[in-house]
Protein backbone atom coordinates (compact mmCIF):
# COMPACT_ATOMS: atom_id res chain seq x y z
CA UNK A 1 0.00 0.00 0.00
CA UNK A 2 0.69 4.05 -0.73
CA UNK A 3 -0.51 6.75 0.85
CA UNK A 4 -0.27 10.06 -1.26
CA UNK A 5 -1.10 13.65 0.36
CA UNK A 6 -0.84 16.84 -1.77
CA UNK A 7 -0.63 20.07 -0.61
CA UNK A 8 -0.27 23.64 -2.03
CA UNK A 9 -3.10 24.35 -4.09
CA UNK A 10 -5.50 27.44 -4.00
CA UNK A 11 -6.43 30.59 -5.47
CA UNK A 12 -3.94 32.28 -8.11
CA UNK A 13 -4.65 35.10 -10.73
CA UNK A 14 -3.72 34.45 -13.91
CA UNK A 15 0.01 34.41 -15.10
CA UNK A 16 0.85 33.75 -11.73
CA UNK A 17 2.25 30.55 -10.05
CA UNK A 18 1.76 27.92 -7.59
CA UNK A 19 3.58 25.06 -6.61
CA UNK A 20 1.77 21.34 -5.65
CA UNK A 21 3.49 19.00 -3.26
CA UNK A 22 2.99 14.76 -2.61
CA UNK A 23 3.91 13.34 0.09
CA UNK A 24 4.47 9.52 -0.35
CA UNK A 25 4.75 7.00 2.34
CA UNK A 26 4.12 2.88 2.85
CA UNK A 27 5.71 0.95 0.00
CA UNK A 28 7.54 3.24 -1.60
CA UNK A 29 9.68 0.70 -3.06
CA UNK A 30 7.22 -0.46 -5.62
CA UNK A 31 6.61 3.10 -7.03
CA UNK A 32 7.83 2.38 -10.77
CA UNK A 33 6.69 6.54 -11.53
CA UNK A 34 4.62 9.58 -10.23
CA UNK A 35 2.19 11.34 -11.70
CA UNK A 36 -0.24 14.24 -11.22
CA UNK A 37 -3.34 13.84 -13.01
CA UNK A 38 -6.08 16.99 -13.14
CA UNK A 39 -9.83 16.78 -13.87
CA UNK A 40 -11.62 20.12 -14.28
CA UNK A 41 -15.49 20.43 -13.85
CA UNK A 42 -17.28 18.20 -16.96
CA UNK A 43 -14.41 16.65 -17.89
CA UNK A 44 -12.12 14.01 -18.45
CA UNK A 45 -9.47 13.35 -15.97
CA UNK A 46 -6.09 14.35 -17.72
CA UNK A 47 -2.37 13.04 -16.93
CA UNK A 48 -0.48 16.47 -16.82
CA UNK A 49 3.10 15.60 -15.50
CA UNK A 50 4.47 12.42 -15.15
CA UNK A 51 8.12 10.99 -13.79
CA UNK A 52 10.21 7.63 -13.92
CA UNK A 53 12.25 6.44 -11.23
CA UNK A 54 15.01 7.20 -13.23
CA UNK A 55 14.29 10.46 -13.47
CA UNK A 56 12.70 11.01 -17.10
CA UNK A 57 9.93 13.01 -17.53
CA UNK A 58 6.39 13.97 -19.67
CA UNK A 59 4.17 16.72 -20.05
CA UNK A 60 1.04 16.80 -22.01
CA UNK A 61 1.09 19.57 -24.80
CA UNK A 62 -0.95 22.05 -23.20
CA UNK A 63 1.84 22.38 -19.87
CA UNK A 64 4.60 21.54 -21.74
CA UNK A 65 7.65 24.59 -20.76
CA UNK A 66 5.17 25.92 -17.61
CA UNK A 67 5.02 23.15 -15.69
CA UNK A 68 8.38 20.79 -14.42
CA UNK A 69 7.63 18.05 -12.26
CA UNK A 70 10.45 16.86 -9.88
CA UNK A 71 11.92 13.58 -8.37
CA UNK A 72 10.73 15.15 -4.85
CA UNK A 73 7.61 14.95 -6.45
CA UNK A 74 6.14 18.79 -6.41
CA UNK A 75 4.48 20.20 -9.66
CA UNK A 76 5.90 23.65 -10.28
CA UNK A 77 3.31 25.72 -12.43
CA UNK A 78 4.05 29.01 -13.69
CA UNK A 79 2.36 31.08 -15.88
CA UNK A 80 -1.00 29.71 -14.70
CA UNK A 81 -4.15 29.90 -17.03
CA UNK A 82 -7.64 30.35 -16.43
CA UNK A 83 -8.07 26.78 -18.38
CA UNK A 84 -5.76 25.34 -15.61
CA UNK A 85 -8.46 25.37 -12.92
CA UNK A 86 -9.04 22.01 -12.03
CA UNK A 87 -8.71 19.44 -8.83
CA UNK A 88 -4.78 17.98 -9.31
CA UNK A 89 -4.55 14.79 -7.96
CA UNK A 90 -1.35 13.10 -7.53
CA UNK A 91 -0.85 9.34 -8.22
CA UNK A 92 1.58 6.35 -8.33
CA UNK A 93 2.81 3.94 -10.75
CA UNK A 94 2.89 0.48 -9.85
CA UNK A 95 2.88 -2.76 -11.76
CA UNK A 96 1.96 -0.49 -14.84
CA UNK A 97 -0.88 0.83 -13.17
CA UNK A 98 -1.71 4.29 -11.88
CA UNK A 99 -2.78 2.30 -8.89
CA UNK A 100 -2.62 5.28 -5.94
CA UNK A 101 -4.14 8.35 -5.72
CA UNK A 102 -4.43 11.26 -2.97
CA UNK A 103 -7.15 12.98 -2.19
CA UNK A 104 -6.69 15.56 -4.60
CA UNK A 105 -5.89 19.47 -4.18
CA UNK A 106 -8.08 22.63 -5.92
CA UNK A 107 -5.88 24.69 -7.93
CA UNK A 108 -8.44 28.17 -9.15
CA UNK A 109 -6.59 30.41 -11.47
CA UNK A 110 -8.87 33.72 -11.87
CA UNK A 111 -8.90 37.48 -11.50
Known amino acids: QVQLVESGGGLVQPGGSLRLSCAAS????????MGWYRQAPGKQRELVAS??RGGSTAYADSVKGRFTISREVYLQMNSLKPEDTAVYYCTALVVNQWRYWGQGTQVTVSS
Open 51 to 52: IT
Open 26 to 33: GSIFSINA
